[in-house]
């Protein structure tokens, strides 16, 4: 169970620039990518610029201090990191908003919120990794799941497809605001959760497809649950005992204790790289 977790963290974050290539071929979901970068060069472009990199200070949660110049440093290939002064929560006080790429396929944006403390210096307030985000008009950040559930299971290209008359949409992402100096989460609704049970209960009802091994792939089932648990998981108090019976209630199969393990590790792990 393990070694599927560390599996999956590995694709997560190794450079696979060759497949990235060849996923983008076939896969649908990658224009959500473009689409990403559309949201976040139309948000840049909003922001005020920063009169003065080398003299400006971040503090992480970590406590550690760095010029936001020597923070923001280009990956090898993608796109250039962007940052921006922009009051994200209309009182009055600019917020300073990072975006940086840190290389690999299917993976690796950042974008760090920081709020000012002092002149030219910043506490950082929020960060999200790896979760393909768009930022709206109204300063909303949209945050997918998709990226860091990519390699559930299956391969990154792989996606279930409701193929009957009334398919449903697809449920992989949040949405946050910036609100007094932290990342809120908005909250699900009624609606959001009929949602979700109801898909839970059409992916139930599909054949049940047989892992050889901890490399094997499906058809994207797995991930599908996986993407929807997330969304359940966060929108709805962050209850991991009442996520859990979710997916007890829906995921029938011979595997359940594995592929329940593996949500719960890279959940784990998503809350350990993100701040909201």
């Known amino acids: 169970m393990r070694a599927r977790f560390l599996f999956t963290a590995v694709l997560f974050l190794s450079v696979f620039h060759s497949r990235a290539q060849q996923d983008s071929v076939y896969y649908q979901r990658d224009s959500v990518v473009e689409v990403e970068a559309d949201c976040t060069e139309s948000f840049f472009q909003r922001t005020k610029t920063v009169a003065a990199p080398a003299q400006t200070l ?10 936001l110049s020597q923070f923001v440093k280009p990956a090898e290939f993608g796109p250039a990191p962007q940052y921006g002064l922009i009051d994200l929560d209309d009182d009055k006080k600019n917020e300073l908003v990072i975006y940086n790429f840190t ?35 109204g300063n909303e950040f949209v945050f997918d799941f998709y990226e860091q559930f990519g390699y559930f299971f299956t391969c990154y290209a792989c996606a279930w497809e409701d193929t009957s008359d009334v398919a449903t949409v697809p449920v992989h992402s949040i949405t946050l605001r910036y609100k007094k100096g932290a990342l809120v989460i908005q909250k699900g609704d009624a609606a959001l ?4 049970t109801d898909q839970l209960a059409i992916l139930s009802e ?12 499906d058809n994207g089932l797995r991930k599908e ?7 359940y998981y966060y929108s709805f108090g962050r ?8 997916f007890n209630k829906y995921y029938k199969f011979p595997d359940a204790k594995k592929v329940w393990t593996s949500f719960s590790e890279t959940l784990k ?7 909201f």
Do not use: W
Not at 269 to 275: D, E, F, G, L, M
């Open 225 to 231: 649950f996986a993407l929807n648990l997330a969304v």
């Open 206 to 217: 599909q054949p049940y497809e047989k892992m050889e091994d901890d490399i094997s792939q």
């Open 193 to 196: 959760k009929t949602h979700i």
């Open 103 to 137: 290389g690999g396929a299917h993976c690796c944006d950042e974008i760090y919120i920081f709020r000012n403390t002092a002149p030219n210096k910043y506490q950082q307030a929020g960060k999200m990794f790896a979760g393909n985000t768009c930022i709206t008009q």
């Open 269 to 275: 792990y998503i809350k350990q790289q993100n701040r």
């Open 239 to 246: 209850n991991l005992p009442a996520t859990q019976a979710l």
């Open 58 to 67: 971040l503090t992480l949660s970590n406590g550690k201090t760095y010029k």
